[in-house]
């Protein structure tokens, strides 16, 4: 009883959350106007004052509760447990990976990514164990939001939710249906908790450099989100010397922002480089995962572009 009761209200829970997201997702774009006037960095961003807010809100909750539990969780599990858990969520995932793939008809890479799906489920004793990489069957990464913006849905503005982190008005209705179409969804609360303090634990190191290297934090994490996502959303295509995608307009803003706040000679080398390879590899893109691979390399010691939401419980 206490089961199907306990699953009940987990699935009572996560549709209230969707819900929620997509009543702000309505709200938000349609509040949301640019005028000429406004700055390229206003435009991307109009609610910066409120996002500001949220931000050190959801930063003070990772300090003072995510990162201490996590911190435990990093020394009493070892490295190679550590590593399982996240090779199983990462497999799940894979589901929802090879559905983008085809409503984004790359039917060659669905058929890559469901045979890695198969492989890792079936040899890889239900997806603990990295063997399709070990075969060339790399990690892709594809999500609903990278769909809507290949049919051409346009990115909309910048928000941070309390606890859920940064995303876009195009990212909320993408992650309602990747939760959907996630089976880690579905299961009970403790195991979806296991994966969130198995990829907050893996993600301290980029935290920390956040905090320790940015001038302005909040901007870091904007761009470094920003040119992520239009990273993913085009295949690795977005090389050039923008990272944000946004034009030198939002950069010249944001330098001249910043230096009048910290006095930086050049604020500029806060924003992330955009990476030579234009391939998109879970390990290598996403600043959510750290490695797929189960053996020697692990999820702590693998270079990864700055993590931009692992503070949250995304609802991806």
């Known amino acids: ?26 709200t938000l774009v349609g509040c949301a106007t640019t005028h000429p006037g406004q700055s390229a960095a206003s435009q991307i961003d109009p609610y910066e004052n409120i996002n500001r807010k949220i931000y050190s809100f959801n930063d003070k909750v990772d300090d003072y509760v995510a990162e201490p539990i996590a911190s435990t969780y990093k020394k009493i599990t070892p490295q190679v447990l550590q590593t399982g858990v996240f090779n199983f969520f990462n497999n799940l995932k894979n589901i929802n990976v090879v559905l983008n793939d085809l409503l984004q008809a790359k039917f060659d890479q669905s058929a890559q990514d469901t045979g890695r799906f198969l492989m890792n489920s079936t040899v890889g004793i239900g997806g603990l164990f990295d063997v399709a990489k070990k075969v060339g069957l790399e990690q892709h990464e594809e999500d609903f939001e990278q769909t809507l913006a290949v049919w051409g849905v346009p990115q909309g503005t910048y928000l941070v939710f309390p606890l859920l982190g940064p995303v876009t008005t195009r990212g909320i209705p993408g ?40 001038l302005d934090p909040y901007v870091f ?29 939002l950069l010249d ?47 702590a010691n693998t270079t990864t572009p700055p993590v931009t939401n692992i503070r949250s419980t995304t609802v991806k």
């Open 253 to 299: 803003d944001e330098t001249t922002d910043i230096k009048s706040k910290s006095g930086a000679a050049d604020a500029k080398t806060i924003l992330p480089t955009p990476t030579a390879n234009t391939t998109k590899k879970v390990d290598q893109t996403s600043p959510s995962y750290i490695t797929p691979s189960f053996g020697t390399e692990s999820p």
């Open 221 to 249: 994490t904007r761009e470094s989100f920003l040119q992520w996502r239009k990273h993913l959303a085009t295949d690795g295509k977005d090389q050039d010397t923008d990272p944000t995608g946004y034009g030198e307009d």
């Open 175 to 214: 992650a309602i249906f990747d939760t959907a179409a996630n089976p880690a969804s579905y299961v009970g609360a403790p195991v979806q908790l296991v994966s969130l303090l198995n990829t907050r634990a893996n993600a301290e190191g980029s935290l920390k450099f956040i905090d320790e290297a940015a």
């Open 1 to 26: 009883m206490n089961t199907h009761y306990n699953a009940h209200c987990n699935r009572t829970i996560q549709k209230f959350s969707l819900l929620i997201l997509a009543v702000a997702s309505v």
